[in-house]
């Protein structure tokens, strides 16, 4: 396992994180004892990153985290997990949640805490509610160790977040396809401007960059016979800054696949550097939406699976298959969940991180299925 130490501080973090919001679940219930299994075989090949969050699976994901990784020793990894509630605003209903979290992942402290998605209206609120007063207070009562934020706005928010507060940390979205959005690029030389460890979220953006056009893959195909997802993961962990890269693992194949790049990683040289973005030129010219499955704007009062429903756009660019669109269309449909569904409330574009505007791109999808209910 690669590890990478955060600049000047004696923290050494594993390239490859643990995410645990992708635990397995079924019918609305996490799988422990796959989810156990997965979080103890990634621990013991040498992942020592685990990230959560309160909201995470309905509350599920800490409480699990916490019975599968308490029975090591606690000096031996770091848990991450983030300050998400957005809708208290009373200071002793706020300071109770922090011990919640510490009973829910059954440890004494927590080693990175962040501000949970921020963005323009999270950071009023932040300001408004005095929540940074209380997380400091948390830290100088020992129950956190490092403050940090993670980010789902624009550059100019980013900026004046950064500038708001000495943060120790910072986790963003960073792939081989994102450099324009969110923070972009110019964010994430900032934080390497000024040595502020990031940890990245979404490296595969969402899965997609896992499988993708075959006419563009073969660009890939035709240097090596490294898998898609290996060259996304090499990329995101060749950038400097990067800490650690998280993978929300639900599968242990998929565990092993990061187990192996992060165990064999070598950085990209020039000539695989220069091929990523020539992959990366050629996949915008084909991508309609950048939806990342991250399922924020979820749910929609009108049952709508807008995730499911944006990747149908994509899927047609890259597969050109219009068959299989609309097999998986009616599928969706047998859901109650379709497109023709929204009634164009809008209530979904105002939670997507990525300020997709959904209904729009809802009508793209039943005019190629040519659902006009
Ligand atoms: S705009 Fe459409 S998809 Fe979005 S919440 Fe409203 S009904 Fe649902
Ligand atoms: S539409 Fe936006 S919020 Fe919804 S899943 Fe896609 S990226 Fe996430």
Redesign the pocket.
């Known amino acids: 396992m690669k590890y990478n130490k955060w600049y000047e501080k004696d923290i050494n973090t594993s390239i490859l994180g643990f995410g645990c919001m992708r635990f397995a679940a079924h019918d609305g219930k996490v799988d422990e004892d796959k989810a156990i299994k997965l979080v103890r075989k990634a621990y013991e090949n040498g992942v020592n990153y685990f990230d959560t969050a309160y909201v995470y699976l309905g509350g599920q994901s800490e409480p699990t985290l916490g019975k599968a990784i308490s029975i090591y020793p606690r000096d031996t990894y770091y848990l991450a997990t983030k300050y998400s509630f957005w809708n208290l605003t009373d200071p002793a209903e706020i300071d109770a949640m922090i011990d919640k979290q510490l009973a829910n992942l059954q440890t004494d402290y927590i080693d990175f805490y962040l501000i949970h998605a921020m963005s323009k209206d999270r950071f009023e609120h932040m300001k408004k509610y005095h929540i940074l007063d209380h997380v400091k207070k948390w830290k100088e009562q020992g129950k956190i160790k490092h403050i940090g934020f993670s980010f789902h706005d624009g550059y100019d928010t980013f900026m004046e977040i950064l500038n708001y507060f000495d943060w120790e940390f910072c986790q963003i979205q960073f792939n081989y396809m994102d450099y324009e959005i969110q923070q972009g690029v110019k964010g994430y030389q900032e934080l390497v401007n000024r040595h502020i460890p990031i940890i990245v979220m979404e490296p595969l953006k969402g899965g997609k960059l896992c499988g993708f056009n075959k006419n563009i893959a073969n660009m890939f195909y035709e240097y090596s016979s490294d898998s898609l997802t290996t060259w996304a993961l090499r990329w995101v962990a060749s950038q400097k800054g990067v800490m650690t890269f998280l993978s929300g693992m639900n599968e242990v194949a998929q565990l092993d696949e990061n187990l192996q790049i992060a165990s064999n990683f070598v950085p990209l040289n020039e000539e695989e550097t220069a091929l990523v973005k020539k992959v990366s030129d050629a996949l915008r010219k084909v991508e309609v939406v950048g939806c990342t499955g991250c399922r924020y ?1 979820m749910p ?3 049952g ?1 699976d ?1 995730p499911r429903n944006l990747r149908l756009l994509n899927d047609y660019e890259m597969y050109q298959s219009l068959g299989d669109v609309k097999w998986v269309y009616s599928m969706i449909k047998n859901n109650n969940a379709e497109a023709a ?9 105002a939670k997507c991180p990525q300020h997709i505007q ?2 729009d791109y ?1 009508v793209k999808v039943r005019e190629l299925v040519n659902d006009s209910k």
Do not use: A, E, Y
Request: net charge positive; aromatic share 0%.
């Open positions: 704007c929609c009062p009108k709508v807008i569904r929204c009634v164009n409330c809008k209530t979904c574009v959904i209904p809802l």
